[in-house]
T-cell receptor, first 115, second 115 residues
Framework: DGGITQSPKYLFRKEGQNVTLSCEQN?????MYWYRQDPGQGLRLIYY???????QKGDIAEGYSVSREKKESFPLTVTSAQKNPTAFYLC??????????????FGDGTRLSIL | AQTVTQSQPEMSVQEAETVTLSCTYD???????LFWYKQPPSRQMILVIR??????QNATENRFSVNFQKAAKSFSLKISDSQLGDAAMYFC????????????FGTGTSLTVIP
């Protein structure tokens, strides 16, 4: 089945610790995205990548880092500089410039909490 | 950057009745794509319906339809014969047809369906 796999489903971070959220896709989509969702709020863009080895900051990139070494993978690291990391994190993909009218596809999300 | 506004944080509807969720957007572009996503309590993001700005005909998908008013920059979602399973957060999203791969989301409307 084609899809997006986010892992883990739940993640706990200790003070001063970096944690990495995984996002893998087999849809052969060029573009990948990370969003943060706080309770009762919309989606805020953290980072997005249009092609391998390239990514751009979104609206709330501070305290986060990403890499895009493979088309299929776009991991998000929440660093210790992110002082309020507790949130629900969604990974998404889209076909990119080959499919302007196509929607984003989403993973099932990772819930991150501070211990 | 484009902005998407959903002015109704919460809405409720009686089961089997019809409800309309509002969405407005701000853009100077002539061609773009609009989407409605549903996020049930499971937090999974599900595409409900899409509209291409150059198409005058309003999109429909079973019980879901849109009222697309390009001049007014309005994109409302109508849910007919509401069902208990329609209870969810609904997000409106915008994507440019010309530049970049970024999607812009509204803050969402929480829909309650009353039995």
């Amino acid at each position: 089945d084609g899809g997006i796999t986010q892992s883990p489903k739940y993640l706990f971070r200790k003070e001063g610790q970096n944690v990495t959220l995984s996002c893998e896709q087999n849809l052969n989509h060029d573009a990948m995205y990370w969003y943060r969702q706080d309770p009762g709020q919309g989606l805020r863009l953290i980072y997005y990548s249009q092609i391998v080895n390239d990514f751009q900051k979104g609206d709330i990139a501070e305290g986060y880092s990403v890499s895009r070494e493979k088309k299929e993978s776009f991991p998000l690291t929440v660093t210790s500089a992110q002082k309020n990391p507790t949130a629900f994190y969604l990974c998404a993909t889209s076909p990119g410039t080959t499919g302007w009218n196509q929607p984003q596809h989403f993973g099932d999300g990772t819930r991150l909490s501070i211990l | 950057a484009q902005t998407v506004t959903q002015s109704q944080p919460e809405m409720s509807v009686q089961e089997a009745e019809t409800v309309t969720l509002s969405c407005t957007y701000d853009t100077s572009e002539s061609d773009y794509y609009l989407f409605w996503y549903k996020q049930p309590p499971s937090r999974q993001m599900i595409l409900v319906i899409r509209q291409e700005a150059y198409k005058q005909q309003n999109a429909t998908e079973n019980r879901f339809s849109v009222n697309f008013q390009k001049a007014a920059k309005s994109f409302s979602l109508k849910i007919s014969d509401s069902q208990l399973g329609d209870a969810a957060m609904y997000f409106c999203a915008y994507r440019s047809a010309f530049a970049g791969n970024q999607f812009y989301f509204g803050t969402g409307t929480s829909l309650t369906v009353i039995p």
